[in-house]
């Protein structure tokens, strides 16, 4: 596999207003790791996603839906309990304000058993994320070990939800993982502020270097990417959005396309370029999949981008 994505997939109810004031909601398949995992695979990567899936007829939908969108699901196994949900509303200011149904999910039991039989050690490119730490002790104990047996690039996101963990929680796990990732990529201040105490992204960078990861990649939304190779420090320019109608699943679109030209050997600062644009091409859809970028689209809008078109 070039990209092998573990974490849950999850049945999405999205609005397009506020959970506040939203009474209808479209049904469809989001949650970071199914996002990550169907923009690498748009991108052209051949990309498999490990979870454990409630024997359910939303697991057995959610297995179809990341078939269709070119996922391998041969690692979506049936698990006790029930397959995650969540709902979300419209969301164009980038707030995201999400309310999960997953406690006791299939997906909160994984546990580093459910690896053995995976690529998730063998693939080129391993994402993790912070939500799948944050689901259970196992799942927490699973990315750990999935971080430290990987034999090709790893890409972490803490990715921090205070409505699944705390602070001290996501910054042991942060701390345990950096230094086997070859790519940490961390928000700010939306994760730097609660897991490192500034929102200053030089700062961050930094902070997260001393932790041991040799490249970070500090996402600032509209303002772009810093990415802090420790030889170089590089700003990179968001992409200009051809349309915004709904934030939710940016940042995991963005890893997606990173991965995916990560496991064609590409250098980091195209690989980041190429995050940023899948991300603002990814604003123009409805919920965490809702408009995923192909690698033409990206190429596209980031020839536009340089050449100023």
């Keep these: 596999m070039d990209v092998v994505v573990m974490g849950e997939p999850l049945v999405e109810f999205s609005a397009d207003r506020a959970l506040t004031e939203a009474e209808t909601f479209r049904l469809s398949f989001s949650g970071d790791a199914l996002n990550v995992a169907v923009a690498a695979a748009a991108a052209g990567a051949r990309t498999a996603l490990v979870t454990l899936l409630g024997e359910d007829e939303f697991g057995a939908r959610l297995i179809r839906f990341a078939g269709s969108r070119g996922v391998d699901t041969r690692w979506m196994l049936p698990g006790p309990g029930s397959t995650g949900a969540y709902a979300v509303g419209a969301d164009p200011s980038g707030t995201r304000a999400f309310a999960y149904m997953r406690q006791g999910s299939a997906a909160s039991r994984l546990s580093p058993a459910d690896l053995a039989g995976s690529p998730a050690a063998s693939c080129r490119v391993l994402v993790l994320s912070g939500i799948t730490a944050a689901l259970s002790g196992s799942c927490d104990t699973a990315v750990r070990a999935a971080a430290r047996a990987a034999t090709g690039l790893v890409v972490y996101d803490p990715n921090y939800r205070s409505r699944l963990t705390g602070p001290e929680a996501a910054m042991s796990t942060l701390a345990a993982v950096a230094p086997h990732t070859a ?33 970070v990649a500090v996402t600032l939304g509209a303002r772009g ?13 968001a992409a200009p959005a051809p349309m915004i109608v709904d934030q939710t699943g940016a940042g995991d679109n963005f890893t997606g396309a990173l991965a995916a030209w990560l496991s064609r050997d590409a250098p980091l600062l195209d690989a980041v370029r190429a995050g940023t644009a899948a991300a603002s091409i990814s604003l123009a859809g409805q919920g965490g999949t809702g408009r995923v970028a192909t690698t033409p689209e990206i190429q596209t809008l980031l020839a536009g981008t340089v050449t100023g078109a």
């Design 225 to 237: 990417v810093l990415l802090d190779t420790g030889d170089s420090t590089d700003l990179i320019p």
């Design 183 to 215: 790519l940490l990529k961390i928000s700010a201040p939306g994760d730097s502020l609660p897991l490192l105490g500034t929102a200053d992204p030089a700062e961050t960078a930094r902070r997260v270097r001393r932790l041991g990861a040799p490249a």
